[in-house]
């Protein structure tokens, strides 16, 4: 079984819809990280989290928001989709040595 | 500021050996990581450097000079399967990596 999985793989939804994103994982990593990929642009950190309590903007937090239910759950939301939020979003995990171990992605489009 | 640079394409010949370089400026560095990454799927750790030099691994190898905020990745008897996109990234402060746009390596036969 995969160490960190993703529901859904891929969604179609439309403007202003609120749809939320599920990752978990069997690592047992206290790190957490939402990311988005845009061709071009590689990847950007949406929101990490250390542990259930601790929880950071990243570099792109702007219409998201994320739920750390428990240390293997970590959940993205969009509140109110739009067409350039359009992209493919990973979660990964993170060790000791900062090495990230990721899902298989979902791919989001927002029409 | 924290920036990771490397090239947007690089194209090899099947066999050959090819070099993808990448330029780091990060805040607190704390080692450098590649990895590997086939078209829609999630990136694979490679590689991770934090002391200067040399690591080999198989058919790749990843080098490290601090001094210089500079990296490469070799990769050796190049086979139809590495065509993929080889993303570099600065371990920052807060367990942060700050991650390059990619290399997308294409292998010609």
């Known amino acids: 079984d995969a160490d960190v999985t993703q529901t859904p793989r891929n969604r179609i939804t439309k403007t202003g819809k609120r749809i939320m994103l599920e990752c978990s994982q069997t690592?047992?990593?206290?790190?957490m990280y939402w990311y988005r990929q845009d061709p071009g642009l590689g990847l950007r950190l949406i929101y990490y989290?250390?542990?259930?309590?601790?929880?950071n903007k990243g570099e792109i937090s702007d219409g998201y928001s994320v739920s750390r239910q428990a240390q293997a759950k970590f959940s993205l939301s969009l509140e109110s989709a739009i067409p350039n939020q359009t992209a493919l979003y990973f979660c990964a995990t993170g060790d000791s040595y900062n090495e990230q171990f990721f899902g298989p992605g979902t791919r989001l489009t927002v029409l | 500021g924290q920036n990771i640079d490397q090239p947007t394409e690089m194209t090899a010949t099947e066999g050959a050996i090819v070099q993808i370089n990448c330029t780091y400026q990060?805040?607190?560095?704390?080692?450098l990581f590649w990895y590997q990454q086939h078209a829609g799927e999630a990136p694979t750790f490679l590689s991770y450097n934090v002391l200067d030099g040399l690591e080999e691994k198989g058919r790749f190898s990843s080098f490290l000079s601090r001094s210089k905020g500079y990296s490469y990745l070799l990769l050796k008897e190049l086979q139809m399967k590495d065509s993929a996109s080889y993303l570099c990234?600065?371990?920052?402060?807060?367990?942060?990596?700050?991650w390059g746009a990619g290399t997308k390596l294409i292998i010609k036969p």
């Open positions: 990234a600065g371990g920052g402060s807060n367990y942060q990596l700050i």
């Open positions: 690592k047992g990593h206290d790190r």
């Open positions: 989290s250390f542990d259930v309590k601790d929880i």
């Open positions: 990060t805040s607190g560095f704390n080692g």
